[in-house]
């Protein structure tokens, strides 16, 4: 099968883009050809750290400019691919993605699959600023519930929401993220890590995502500064950088607790894992707003293939993902969220239990593989229609 793949970020530098390079990855390591539209962004390379391209040599990349007014000069491109796709697979609606794709649709006469992951009206919001944008994102999602072949969402909320958008549910699949289950898996805590972070006299709390938009990492640090006030020493490492790490860090100063706060800044994708190996808790705070509940956040994904004991807030299919891995509790409560990381740190038998349960989570469930099955049943669907 030959597969494009259309998404809108700079494939080296945004985080979030590891959720199509693993797809490719896995997606070509099946037989498939695979071609992935990349929108270099020379800014973010300036500052950004990524190894991400590396193990993609399966894997063909296509350059379009990140300039509005080449818009036509994309579609082109895209409509000009040889050798032909054999369907469009489409992430993020917005309109620099969204037309090349379906001029490449139309061209080729392929369908067009849709890759449903977030709320993005909140996120279009955010980063510009304008009520507007997230108007015209949210109509771009509404229409692509009724025209595309064929659709994978993150969550059940995504699920309710393509329904009663008009989305047929036969041609509706759950995918939700997974982690590299060879690359993220149980191991001792890295040296090198342990002298970065100044030793390991204490535990270490981890949180891991970017810090751009809807990021919750102020409430970890809220989190760690409730366990100082019953008490327990320990340190929190921020595991990903972004435009509000100084924010982050000037919270945490007022709090008290920035000589403890680590911030790794921004790392390639293949290095989280050695940050994470020097965790004792995971901590994922999140907001009970629509965007929380729309996703499967990958950050949950990845410490369940470490193996880590996880606290969370309650919001969306967190519970879901999580069950016995780890504690869950309603979201905007960081003092709950000590409470429970405090009694995994005194249990030592329940600090096991939960990170064996951890990874037979990420095993079972929310692993690359599984979620490829699901991308590979959509993409037959859709050419079989």
Not at 66 to 95: E, F, M, Q, T
Not at 144 to 168: F, P, Q, Y
Not at 198 to 215: A, D, I, N, R
Request: proline share 5%; glycine share 6%; aromatic share 8%.
């Amino acid at each position: 099968m030959n597969i494009l793949i259309v998404q809108r970020f700079d494939l080296s530098s945004v985080s979030c883009a590891r959720r199509v390079l693993s797809q490719a990855k896995e997606l070509a390591s099946r037989g498939h050809s695979v071609t992935v539209v990349d929108f270099p962004n020379s800014e973010r390379r300036a500052f950004a750290v990524s190894g991400a391209l590396q193990n993609l040599e399966n894997v063909q990349r296509i350059s379009l400019s990140r300039k509005a007014i080449d818009i036509p000069g994309n579609c082109r491109r895209l409509a000009n691919l040889d050798p032909r796709p054999d369907i469009v697979h489409l992430w993020k609606s917005y309109p620099d993605a969204a037309l090349p794709a379906f001029q490449a649709c139309d061209r080729f006469d392929v369908p067009l699959h849709y890759d449903w992951d977030d709320w993005e009206p909140s996120i279009a919001r955010e980063l510009t600023g304008s009520i507007l944008a997230a108007h015209i994102t949210r109509r771009w999602d509404r229409a692509l519930c009724r025209i595309c072949d064929t659709c994978t969402v993150a969550s059940s909320e995504l699920r309710k929401t393509a329904i009663r958008w008009g989305m047929d549910p036969e041609r509706l699949f759950d995918a939700p993220v997974g982690a590299d289950l060879e690359l993220f898996h149980p191991r001792p805590p890295d040296p090198e890590i342990i002298e970065k972070i100044g030793g390991k006299e204490c535990p270490v709390l981890v949180y891991s995502g970017q810090l751009e938009v809807t990021f919750y990492a102020n409430q970890a640090v809220d989190t760690l500064k409730m366990l100082y006030q019953r008490g327990i020493q320990a340190r929190l490492l921020i595991v990903g950088g972004g435009s509000h790490e100084k924010d982050l860090q000037r919270h945490a100063e007022e709090q008290g607790v920035l000589a403890s706060l680590y911030c790794t800044g921004y790392i390639s994708g293949d290095e989280v894992p050695r940050w994470l190996s020097v965790a004792d808790v995971a901590l994922a705070p999140f907001e009970d707003t629509l965007a929380a509940r729309c996703k499967s956040p990958l950050k949950i994904a990845e410490y369940l293939a470490m193996g880590l004991p996880i606290v969370a807030s309650d919001v969306g299919d967190v519970l879901k993902m999580i069950q016995h891995a780890g504690f869950v509790v309603p979201a905007g409560y960081p003092e709950m969220m000590a409470i429970y990381t405090a009694k995994i740190l005194s249990n030592t038998d329940l600090h096991r239990s939960m990170g064996i349960a951890a990874r037979k989570r990420a095993e079972e469930q929310y692993n690359w593989k599984r979620h490829t099955d699901q991308l590979e049943t959509a993409y037959r669907k859709a050419i079989d229609a």
